[in-house]
């Protein structure tokens, strides 16, 4: 037959198998993302913010404000100097 196998033989496999396997606490640690962005802009262009603001009041609205932004010609966006 094989070598018999020793204490100290036995505590190195659990001690392999216990650390393969954390427990719960550990597993379930927050993680977090931390991220910057830096914009060509200064603050949110209105028609966002407004977009933001319609959506929250109601889909409905955002949809309608979406469709008549899409109507007005891009030129019409740029400022005149």
């Known amino acids: 037959m094989g ?3 020793t204490a100290s033989t036995m505590v190195l496999v659990l ?3 216990a650390s393969a396997f954390p ?3 550990e597993a379930k640690k927050p ?3 931390t991220a910057t ?3 060509k802009w ?4 209105l028609l966002l913010e407004a977009a933001e603001f319609l959506w929250d009041e109601s889909p409905a609205k955002f949809w309608g404000f979406v469709e008549d932004v899409a109507r ?3 030129e019409s966006f740029l400022q005149s100097e």
């Open 3 to 5: 070598k018999p196998v």
């Open 15 to 17: 001690v392999v198998v």
């Open 23 to 25: 427990p719960e606490a």
């Open 31 to 33: 993680k977090s993302v």
């Open 37 to 39: 962005l830096d914009a």
């Open 42 to 45: 200064a603050e949110t262009p």
């Open 72 to 74: 007005i010609e891009p």
